[in-house]
Structures are given as C-alpha cells and as structure tokens.
C-alpha cells in the first residue's frame, strides 16, 4: 500500500472565526538576477507577472547605479569583476539559505559565466557553463563550430604581435583583430598590413569597460553584406524574429547604422537563418533572447559572433516597432516559467502593415571635450535624436560603440527610406566641441 493511500483524510475544512487574521498570500517565486541591463526596469516586468516574487541581486559595483528601483529588491549584494567564481557561488549560497532560490536570470551579458556556475551548483535552470563558455570565448566558439561541421571559419589565438604576423603570412590579408571576448566593437581591427597588425595586438589587449581579458583572437576576414539575426529559442527551439541589416565602419569595425527586416530576397533571408539555427544547436542554446551577428559571402552566410542577449544599438527597440514583437518582455516572462514560443509565432504571422525601423549614429573625428548640441539645433527637442555623450566627454575619436556621440532614428514603409530618415536626421545635428591647439614650438 502507498504512503498516499494509507495517509489519513484530511479533517474538513470549517470556516475561519470574523477575527480571524487574513491568510497571507503564498510566496512567489525567488529570483537570483545578474547582469541587470542598463536602462531597462527587468525588476518592474517581473513583479507585474508575479506580484509576490521576492528579487534578490548580485552584480558587480559598477553596475549598483543601473539600479534605480532599489526599493524592488530584498537584496542586493555586489562583488568586484575579478572575483572567482566559487566565491560567487558561495554568495549565492548563503542567499539561498535565507530563502531558497527558485528562478536563475541575467538580462544582459556580463556575468553570464557566474549565473551558469551559481546554477549548476543550486541545481536551478539556466544556460549551461559550456554554452556560456563558447559564446564568450569566441575562439572556443570557432572550435565548436567546426567540429560540428557547420563552418570553418579559420582563427587562432595570438599571445604577441608575432603570432599576428605569423597568422597574416599564412592567413592572408586582411584579417580581423579583437580580443577574444569582448562586446561593443571594443578593440576590433581590420589589418591589412604587417604594420597595422602591430598596433592591433596593443589595441585588443587594452582596457576595455567590462570585458574580462581572455587574450587576443585572429580570425579570417569574410566579405559580404553584415547582418544580426534576432531569435529567440524555448526548449531548443529556435524562432527568428527579425533580421537585420548592419553598415560598420570599414577601419574600426563599428557599426553606424541598422535597418530591419533587412532587404533580403527569400533564398539569402532562407539561408542566413537555416545557417544561425545551425549555430544555436551547435552552440547548446536552449531558452531565450540570441543576437547573432553573420556575414553573407559568396559561399553563403558566415557568423561573426553570438550573444545570449537581445541586440543592443536599440535593435530590441527597431525589433519591437517593426515586428510587434517585444524580446524583452517575452524574456522576463520566459524568465517566470511561461512558455511563451507560440505567442511570438503568432505575433509574427498577423497581418501587419510594412514598417521598417532603422537607427544611424555620427562620431565626428574630433579629438577634445564634447559640449553638447549646438543652442539653436532642432535635435534638443527631436523625439527621433538622443545625445549619447554626457557633456563634458572627452573625445578620442571611433574606439568603440561606446565612443560614438549621437544617434537618429527612421521610420518608414520600406528599409531605404527609414534608412535615409535617419541618417538626414543625424547628419543635420551641430555639436559643439572644445578643442585644444596643439603646442608649437616658437621662433
């Protein structure tokens, strides 16, 4: 005889005394958040699905002030980036112990490595330490992809500028240059010459806002028309949402602009998404927000990064306004246990009039202090324009997204003309800027 069949009834239930104290409502669910994105109020989404959902934090410190709603959170606990991961896991250990933690997010990049680890040492779910480990080691992620036979792109690591001249000699020219992880086109280099490729080495082994320093990569340059590819996946299922197309700087690899949905023909809009599930299934992606970055060459499309996010340079935004599809609420509500793949689909197969959404962002080649806009520039009061740079920024010219100034956005029925929205909108705005003259020597 079971345990359930030979347990007792349960005694009728009898109605509460008037005094009674009211009963309090069950507790939600436990959240153990990392890598809180800027600008975005994750914590708000998640006590809409659940009001009783009880938040807890752990981030690094720099990150304390993209948390503007303290007052959300039971907890917040920050540790320094170089911290090992066993003394995150023993944070998240005593977290645990006051109350156990159900439900595992990071809503942005960073410290993806330490919500895998924190994961599989509570056994809650969340992207495994390998998928994490390929995505953010990009030469890690080259290996996979070729031993799953879905590209062979050619890369190696450099320890020194010699391993760069060796790779350029044996590789060709050019080839791209950046560290090994790394976001944001920090410390990326097309090298067309042994020269450039020494100041490349000292260009990715900078200092860069957040980015842990794996080494230096040198990989095979592929030719082609950029494009991102916004998915979203649920129980190893992949959706694409949107695809987008990206115009980068031809020296600094940094992008300066989006359109989205991308003028595609069906065979090459066919063949870039077969190409990124492939990818996403090589990669072990499971569940949530990808943005993944590919070049269309002559062979058919080849990746340049991935990333277990949704894009950034407002592309969640474009995706949203252009599709209907709103990636980082259907993450937080992925993130609260709903399924959520059939309302994308659904979503994207409605009836919806074309709109095509694009972004173009200006990064004048000055070097000095950024004032601001100029007095009388209609940009000040332009729904469409956001100043990036806070005044009084020091200007070093294009050295990463971070770097450029300001940004339009376009809308319109088709990607040409939200193109040129945008790029007409940013190219009219007036910048003051404080420059100093350079000394000279006197006669």
């Known amino acids: 005889m079971s345990d359930l069949a030979s347990a007792p009834a349960p005694a009728p239930a009898s109605a509460p005394a008037p005094d009674s104290a009211p009963v309090p409502a ?37 990150h304390l002030a993209r948390i503007t709603e303290h007052g959300q959170y039971r907890r917040i606990l920050a540790i320094r980036q170089n911290a090992p991961l066993d003394e995150v896991v023993a944070l998240a250990r005593t977290v645990h112990a006051m109350r156990p933690v159900t439900r595992i997010t990071a809503f942005w990049e960073q410290d993806q490595d330490r919500a895998a680890a924190v994961g599989a040492a509570l056994g809650v779910a969340t992207h495994s330490p390998e998928t994490v480990r390929l995505v953010q080691d990009k030469h890690e992620m080259r290996e996979r992809l070729r031993e799953a036979g879905v590209e062979d792109t050619r890369a190696e690591r450099a320890y020194g500028e010699a391993d760069l001249l060796a790779f350029g000699e044996s590789a060709g020219y050019p080839f791209i240059v950046k560290p090994t992880a790394g976001t944001a086109s920090f410390g990326v280099t097309l090298v067309h010459t042994p020269q450039e490729a020494l100041a490349a080495y000292r260009t990715a082994t ?16 592929h030719t082609g028309p950029q494009y991102s590819v916004e998915a979203f996946s649920e129980a190893a299922e992949h959706v694409v949402v949107a695809i987008t197309r990206k115009y980068s700087d031809p020296r600094d690899m940094v ?106 962002y200006t990064a004048p080649e000055v070097t000095g202090t950024f004032m601001g806009l100029a007095e009388a520039d209609p940009g000040r009061t332009d729904p469409a324009v956001t100043v990036l740079l806070a005044e009084g920024s020091e200007l070093t010219g294009l050295a990463g997204s971070f770097t450029r100034i300001a940004r339009a956005r376009g809308t319109a029925p088709t990607p040409e003309e939200a193109l040129e929205a945008a790029r007409s909108t940013v190219g009219a705005l007036s910048f003051v800027f404080h420059v100093s003259p350079p000394p000279r020597d006197l006669v």
């Not at 507790?27 to 809409?48: Q, T």
């Not at 009880?54 to 981030?59: A, F, G, K, R």
């Not at 065979?267 to 499971?286: M, Q, S, W």
Request: aromatic share 6%; glycine share 10%; with cysteine.
């Open 26 to 62: 069950p507790p939600g669910d436990h959240y153990l958040i990392f890598a809180v994105g800027p600008s975005l109020d994750f914590a708000g989404k998640l006590l809409e699905l659940d009001e009783n959902a009880e938040l807890s934090v752990i981030c690094r410190p720099e």
């Open 206 to 221: 900078g200092d860069f806002p957040g980015i842990a320093r794996l080494g230096v990569l040198a990989e095979q340059y």
């Open 255 to 360: 992008e300066l602009g989006h359109v989205l949905p991308a003028p595609l023909d069906p065979a090459a809009r066919e063949a870039v998404e077969a190409h990124v599930t492939r990818v996403l299934d090589a990669l072990g992606v499971e569940f949530g927000p990808t943005h993944t970055e590919v070049v269309l060459t002559g062979e058919g499309p080849r990746i340049i990064e991935t990333h277990l996010r949704v894009g950034g340079d407002e592309i969640f935004n474009l995706a949203k306004d252009a599709t209907g599809v709103d990636m980082i609420d259907f993450q937080a509500r992925q993130a609260s246990g709903l399924k959520v793949l059939a309302d994308i689909r659904a979503i994207l197969e409605s009836a919806r009039e074309p709109r095509c959404e694009a972004v173009w």
